[in-house]
């Protein structure tokens, strides 16, 4: 009984890093089509996080927001702009305003 439950902590951790690599390779990958995305998901990852152990105090988010969920949520905000991947660089990388059709393709 002890070796299934080492054997099911074991594959749980390997589950885990596995996803946690996943979500870094992915967002590096959004990062390699926009060089300003970069600085913006990690400033988008630290307010995530502001914003994730403020809203813990907050009765209305409390029992939603344990440890684990914050830190989910931390290592899942990089993949915000993952959509950027499927975007032409004609459109991504456009200087200026979108017109209506570039818009609703970024949508």
């Keep these: 009984m002890?070796?299934?439950?080492e054997e099911a902590r074991r594959r749980?951790?390997?589950?885990?890093?596995?996803?946690?690599?996943?979500?870094?390779?992915?967002?590096s990958l959004a990062?390699?089509?926009?060089n300003e995305t970069g600085n913006?998901?990690?400033?988008t990852q630290h307010y995530v996080l502001a914003l994730a152990r403020h809203l813990?105090?907050?009765?209305?988010?409390?029992?939603?927001?344990?440890?684990?969920?914050?830190?989910?949520?931390?290592?899942?905000?990089p993949l915000h702009d993952i959509g950027k991947v499927g975007i032409t660089d004609r459109i991504?990388?456009?200087?200026g305003r979108l017109d209506a059709d570039e818009f609703e393709i970024m949508k």
């Design 31 to 34: 990062e390699t089509r926009d």
């Design 2 to 5: 002890e070796h299934r439950t």
């Design 56 to 77: 813990r105090d907050h009765a209305r988010f409390s029992a939603a927001l344990s440890e684990e969920v914050v830190d989910r949520l931390f290592k899942a905000a």
């Design 12 to 27: 749980t951790e390997e589950l885990r890093i596995s996803q946690e690599v996943t979500m870094v390779a992915l967002a």
């Design 92 to 95: 991504l990388l456009k200087p």
């Design 40 to 43: 913006h998901i990690l400033r």
